[in-house]
T-cell receptor
Framework: GESVGLHLPTLSVQEGDNSIINCAYS??????FIWYKQESGKGPQFIID?????DKRQGQRVTVLLNKTVKHLSLQIAATQPGDSAVYFC??????????FGSGTQLTVLP | NAGVMQNPRHLVRRRGQEARLRCSPM?????VYWYRQLPEEGLKFMVY????????ESGMPKERFSAEFPKEGPSILRIQQVVRGDSAAYFC??????????????FGPGTRLTVT
């Protein structure tokens, strides 16, 4: 079945540095991935998505990389700001056409 | 344009009582999804509904849980005879067109259910 997970439950970075959050998935049939940001007490907020026929997609200060060979994707946040502190989830869609979420990485931005 | 609305935001129930969670999708959205989030975990899909139809309920527990999305009014997630293990945050999301590559679901703020 579908499985999506994250490498590290917590990540601390200095303000201004770049952040890299990683995610692995087990189902090679997954053809669409989304990164969500969840702040304390709020619902997940869409950040960026990527289709399986792409290796890279860029947004404003964020980049998602997809490596289908090793079933790995990452979210890179440039010039991390205090407002970026949150839990980040990757989610994938496979044959069941459901969103399957990983367990999340808590990003803490240090002053 | 109001986002997805959920109420109540916090709900406390004693074991054996019923919990009713409400979700109003974004204006123009006719597809609703319910997810459950346990502490320190990611969201787990429960059910996907369109107006008056349950499309996919493969993530719903077989007993005590039910969901509806009537022609008029909000979507309701109902939990009967709640147990402590039902304590979680329940999120609703809505979308306009859930095609193969149109999975931009907009999430509500969630209802935090505590069973005492």
């Amino acid at each position: 079945g579908e499985s999506v997970g994250l490498h590290l439950p917590t990540l601390s970075v200095q303000e201004g540095d770049n952040s890299i959050i990683n995610c692995a998935y087990s189902n090679s049939a997954s053809d669409y991935f989304i990164w969500y940001k969840q702040e304390s007490g709020k619902g997940p907020q869409f950040i960026i998505d990527i289709r399986s026929n792409m290796d890279k997609r860029q947004g404003q200060r964020v980049t998602v990389l997809l490596n289908k060979t090793v079933k790995h994707l990452s979210l890179q946040i440039a010039a991390t700001q205090p407002g970026d502190s949150a839990v980040y989830f990757c989610a994938g869609i496979g044959s069941a056409r459901q969103l399957t979420f990983g367990s999340g990485t808590q990003l803490t931005v240090l002053p | 344009n109001a986002g997805v609305m959920q109420n109540p935001r916090h709900l406390v129930r004693r074991r054996g009582q019923e919990a009713r969670l409400r979700c109003s999708p974004m204006k123009g959205h006719s597809h609703v999804y319910w997810y459950r989030q346990l502490p320190e975990e990611g969201l787990k899909f429960m059910v996907y509904l369109q107006k008056e139809n349950i499309i996919d309920e493969s993530g719903m527990p077989k007993e005590r849980f039910s969901a509806e999305f009537p022609k008029e009014g909000p979507s309701i997630l109902r939990i009967q005879q709640v147990v402590r293990g039902d304590s979680a945050a329940y999120f609703c999301a809505s979308s306009e067109n859930p095609g193969p590559y149109s999975y931009e679901q907009y999430f509500g703020p969630g209802t935090r259910l505590t069973v005492t």
